[in-house]
């Protein structure tokens, strides 16, 4: 967003010593070009399908990936664990760490085991 530059003239009421009636002073006022950038990324593209309902998944594996910075999400997925355990599913939870460094190392290493393991147990659940 951008504001251009303007002047304007403003008047602003002034009283003197010497005249007790107010007076008028005129003063041009001018404005900076300032530049505005939105630091946030565009949304991503969303699939609109939510997946198959927690009743096809009897059977099956599901993994649950959450992270620190979003402490009320545990709530949410204490809700579907309970929710997709009563239906038969067999769910598995795992937070992430840290994204740079050595644990941000460790993180990928963990992510990637998980997602071997939900695809492997998910194979075995459905054959």
Known sequence: MVFPSSGSTVGVPRSDASNTRARTTQHTVWMARITILDPTAAAPD?????????????????????????????????????ALAREGAE??????????????????????????????SGRRARN
Not at 51 to 80: H, K, M, N, Q, Y
Not at 102 to 120: H, I, K, N, W, Y
């Open 91 to 120: 769910v598995h939870r795992w937070t992430s760490g840290n994204r740079i460094g050595d644990e941000g190392e460790r993180t990928r290493a963990e992510l990637a085991a998980f997602v071997r393991c939900q695809r492997s």
């Open 46 to 82: 969303i699939d609109a399908d939510p997946g198959p309902s927690p009743a096809t998944l009897s059977g099956c594996t599901v993994g649950i990936r959450s992270d620190r910075t979003w402490r009320s999400f545990e709530w949410v997925a204490d809700e579907w664990e309970q």
